[in-house]
T-cell receptor
Framework: DAGITQSPRHKVTETGTPVTLRCHQT?????MYWYRQDPGHGLRLIHY???????DKGEVSDGYSVSRSKTEDFLLTLESATSSQTSVYFC?????????????FGPGTRLTVL | KNEVEQSPQNLTAQEGEFITINCSYS?????LHWLQQHPGGGIVSLFM???GKKKHGRLIATINIQEKHSSLHITASHPRDSAVYIC???????????FGQGTRLTINP
């Protein structure tokens, strides 16, 4: 357990509103990731970070932005939420110099966009 | 075609049976992860391997690098093993994972 928390755990919002999800880790891991999980698609990478202020896009990044101003926090923002962004969002961390580079996952955030 | 393919997608078995879940990948990897996700959502790492075999309790994971294939075995399966099992490949030279679609395992008492 890498001490990863996500907030909020559940959110219902309306189309067009901005939404920010927070991932917080206590293990000082260098790498952090945001995934979404949808039936029939498995886990898909949205954005990832390889250090403070260093981020890059994943395979499904359209409509999402991220920020990492501190090692422990990685924020995912939906600028204008759409119904297609209804999903379960997982944060994950790893560090090649720690814990044998195993990847640890947060508990997930269930987002519903009406 | 997905870079990581799992089979079967769904598997139902009786308690006590030997279970095998397969994972094939088409990319160069530095490691292969097996993850478990129980109903209710949490994802837990079971194994990370780059060669050979690893064992933890009743779970065994193997990998054949030449054939680009990995298997997860469960011996003496139990209803508490019911979960979705996910294979994920760590791309060579990167830290990102590419995931299979998961295998939903149901063990009936």
């Amino acid at each position: 357990d890498a001490g990863i928390t996500q907030s909020p755990r559940h959110k219902v919002t309306e189309t067009g509103t901005p939404v920010t999800l927070r991932c917080h880790q206590t293990e000082n891991h260098r790498y952090m990731y945001w995934y979404r999980q949808d039936p029939g698609h498995g886990l898909r990478l949205i954005h990832y970070s390889y250090g403070v202020k260093d981020t890059d896009k994943g395979e499904v990044s359209d409509g999402y932005s991220v920020s990492r101003s501190k090692t422990e926090d990685f924020l995912l923002t939906l600028e204008s939420a759409t119904s297609s962004q209804t999903s379960v969002y997982f944060c994950a961390t790893n560090d090649r110099n720690k814990s044998y580079n195993e990847q640890f996952f947060g508990p997930g955030t269930r987002l519903t966009v009406l | 075609k997905n870079e990581v393919e799992q089979s079967p997608q769904n598997l139902t078995a009786q308690e006590g049976e030997f279970i095998t879940i397969n994972c094939s990948y088409s990319v160069g990897i530095s490691a292969l992860h097996w993850l478990q996700q129980h109903p209710g959502g949490g994802i837990v790492s079971l194994f990370m391997l780059s060669s050979g075999k690893k064992k933890h309790g009743r779970l065994i994971a193997t990998i054949n690098i030449q054939e680009k294939h990995s298997s997860l075995h469960i011996t003496a399966s139990h209803p508490r093993d019911s979960a979705v099992y996910i294979c994920a490949a760590r791309i060579q030279g990167a830290q990102k994972l590419v995931f299979g679609q998961g295998t939903r395992l149901t063990i009936n008492p």
